[in-house]
């Protein structure tokens, strides 16, 4: 099947700094990525959806300047958590649709995100 | 917009005993129905999808799920669980647009040996 990535898979960082995360689909074309957080315990919660060379669509509540999202290719998106705070911390999880198949959307690992 | 719903926070199972994990869906029109397992400190792995045809699906790791219209449910079951079943079990739904997914709140699983 599909493989997606993410990079790093952790990250512990102090506050007040910014984190990048890459989500990479390996083997099929993404024209849509879309970034969730998910707090322990809890469900995935969509951020938002990313569209290839386009911006970002922020679902209601989060803050587009403080999660920046960048998809500048078909295989490769990037969420930047920017002056991060400890609430910040979480796992946050992409997904990539593949454009050619059905619109099959394929998760990546996960990014577990600490901050001091 | 779609929505899911998992009623039960957790479902506890003996090892080899059929498991049955609920979901009800909210969707205009036809809707896509998905179940996904994660385990500690990992992303999501895919178990089963309905998108049309017949309404009982075959999955992974022997897992399947019927689709009933009639009353907006995807539920997930196995007819005999294993320990390795225990995991966080997730349903989603799209609808036909191919907008977003959308979870429900989760069903932690744990069967016990």
């Known amino acids: 099947g599909a493989v997606v990535s993410q990079h790093p898979s952790w990250v512990i960082c102090k506050s007040g700094t910014s984190v990048k995360i890459e989500c990479r689909s390996l083997d099929f074309q993404a024209t849509t990525m879309f970034w969730y957080r998910q707090f322990p315990k809890q469900s995935l919660m969509l951020m938002a959806t990313?569209?290839?060379?386009?911006?970002?669509?922020?679902e209601q509540g989060v803050e587009k300047d403080k999660f920046l999202i960048n998809h500048a290719s078909l295989t490769l998106s990037t969420l930047t958590v920017t002056s991060a705070h400890p609430e910040d911390s979480s796992f946050y999880i992409c997904?990539?649709?593949?454009?050619?198949?059905?619109?099959?959307?394929?998760f990546g690992p996960g990014t577990r995100l600490t901050v001091l | 917009a779609q929505s899911v719903a998992q009623p039960e926070d957790q479902v506890n199972v003996a090892e080899g005993n059929p498991l049955t994990v609920k979901c009800t869906y909210s969707v205009s029109g036809n809707p896509y129905l998905f179940w996904y397992v994660q385990y500690p400190n990992r992303g999501l792995q895919f178990l089963l999808k309905?998108?049309?045809?017949?309404?009982l699906v075959k999955g992974s790791y022997g897992f399947e799920a019927e689709f009933n219209k009639s009353q907006t449910s995807f539920h997930l079951k196995k007819p005999s669980a294993l320990v390795s079943d225990s995991a966080l079990y997730f349903c989603a739904v799209r609808d036909m647009t191919g907008n977003d997914m959308r979870f429900g709140a989760g069903t932690r699983l744990t069967v016990k040996p």
């Open positions: 309905y998108i049309t045809g017949d309404n």
């Open positions: 990313s569209n290839e060379g386009s911006k970002a669509t922020y």
């Open positions: 997904s990539a649709r593949d454009s050619g198949s059905l619109n099959e959307q394929f």
